[in-house]
C-alpha cells in the first residue's frame, strides 16, 4: 500500500503569508522525505501540494486551529497543553472566533473534507489508519517530546542571531532524532538543505527556512501517528471544539 505523509506548517491567520510544506513517502517499514523546503502563500496551493501527493492513504498533519467554536477565551485543549507543557515553554496561543472570525486553517479543514479527507479517529473509537485524514498539531510541545527536551528550542522569537541559534539546534534535532533513527531516510538535497549556511538568509528567506523545517516535523508527526497510533500519542481536546495530537514517547 503506497502512502503519504504531508507536512503543513499553515500560515493560518491570513492569506499571503508563507506556509511551510513537506511530505514523506512510506510504510510501515519506513519512509523518505521526498519534498521540502517548499511553501505557499494561498490555500489553493496548499490544498494543491497535498493533492498532488496523495497516495492510497494521505496523512496530514497541520500545525494551526483546525476546529475553533469558542467565542473568547482558549480552547479547552489549548488549556490542556498548557497545563501540560508550560512549564517547558511549550504553552498553546489562545484562539477563539473574536480573534480569528475567519481562520484560513479552519477554511482548509473545511477544503480537505470537501476533498473526501476526515479527522482522524480518537481514542476510544475504531482506530481506521488508511484512508485519507489530517489532524492538528503544536510542534513546541511535540519536539520536548520527541527530543527529550526540558524547554522549547527557541527558534521563533528573538533576535536574528538567537533565531538561527535556535534553527541550527531544531535542524540539529532533524537529523539526530527524525532522519538518524534509520525509520525515516534521508536524500543528498535534504542534506544539503539540512547543511545551508544560516548566516547567508535572512528576512523572508529565514523566515521560509523555518516554515520549512516545522513542515518537515510535521510530515514526520503524520507518519508517527499513522504507524503507531494512540500508543505513542496524545489526544488533547475533542472534535467539538477542537484537540492537538502531541506524541506520548520519545523517539530513542
Known amino acids: 500500500m503506497s502512502a503519504s505523509f504531508i507536512g503543513v506548517d499553515l500560515a493560518w491567520q491570513s492569506e499571503g503569508r508563507n506556509s511551510g510544506l513537506a511530505a514523506i513517502e512510506g510504510d510501515q517499514d519506513g519512509g523518505e522525505v521526498v519534498?521540502?523546503?517548499?511553501?505557499?502563500?494561498?490555500?489553493?496551493?496548499?490544498?494543491?501540494?497535498?493533492?498532488?501527493?496523495?497516495?492510497?492513504?494521505?496523512?496530514?498533519?497541520?500545525?494551526?486551529?483546525?476546529?475553533?467554536?469558542?467565542?473568547?477565551g482558549q480552547r479547552p485543549c489549548e488549556t490542556l497543553i498548557s497545563r501540560r507543557f508550560g512549564g517547558a515553554h511549550a504553552g498553546a496561543h489562545t484562539t477563539n472566533l473574536k480573534r480569528y472570525p475567519n481562520a484560513?486553517?479552519?477554511?482548509?479543514?473545511?477544503?480537505?473534507?470537501a476533498q473526501g479527507f476526515r479527522h482522524c479517529s480518537p481514542p476510544g473509537t475504531a482506530w481506521t489508519a488508511a484512508g485519507h485524514w489530517f489532524f492538528e498539531v503544536y510542534p513546541h510541545p511535540a519536539q520536548v517530546v520527541l527530543f527529550q527536551r526540558d524547554r522549547i528550542i527557541k527558534y521563533k522569537k528573538g533576535s536574528i542571531a538567537a533565531k538561527r541559534?535556535?534553527?541550527?539546534?531544531?535542524?540539529?534535532?532533524?537529523?539526530?532524532?527524525?532522519?538518524?533513527?534509520?525509520?525515516?531516510?534521508?536524500?543528498?538535497?535534504?542534506v544539503q538543505y539540512l547543511s545551508l549556511d544560516l548566516d547567508s538568509l535572512r528576512g523572508s528567506a529565514l523566515k521560509h527556512y523555518?516554515?520549512?523545517?516545522?513542515?518537515?516535523?510535521?510530515?514526520?508527526?503524520?507518519?508517527y501517528l499513522w504507524r503507531w497510533g494512540w500508543q505513542r500519542s496524545e489526544f488533547f481536546g475533542d472534535l467539538v471544539s477542537g484537540y492537538i495530537v502531541v506524541p506520548s514517547k520519545p523517539l530513542v
Open 104 to 113: 484560513a486553517s479552519v477554511a482548509l479543514g473545511h477544503q480537505l473534507e
Open 165 to 190: 541559534r535556535g534553527l541550527a539546534e531544531l535542524r540539529e534535532e532533524i537529523r539526530a532524532r527524525i532522519l538518524g533513527h534509520g525509520m525515516i531516510r534521508s536524500s543528498p538535497s535534504l
Open 35 to 72: 519534498r521540502f523546503g517548499e511553501g505557499a502563500s494561498a490555500l489553493d496551493a496548499v490544498m494543491g501540494f497535498i493533492l498532488a501527493n496523495q497516495a492510497e492513504t494521505t496523512v496530514v498533519a497541520i500545525d494551526a486551529p483546525l476546529i475553533i467554536q469558542n467565542p473568547e
Open 210 to 223: 523555518e516554515d520549512a523545517l516545522d513542515a518537515i516535523v510535521c510530515s514526520f508527526l503524520a507518519y
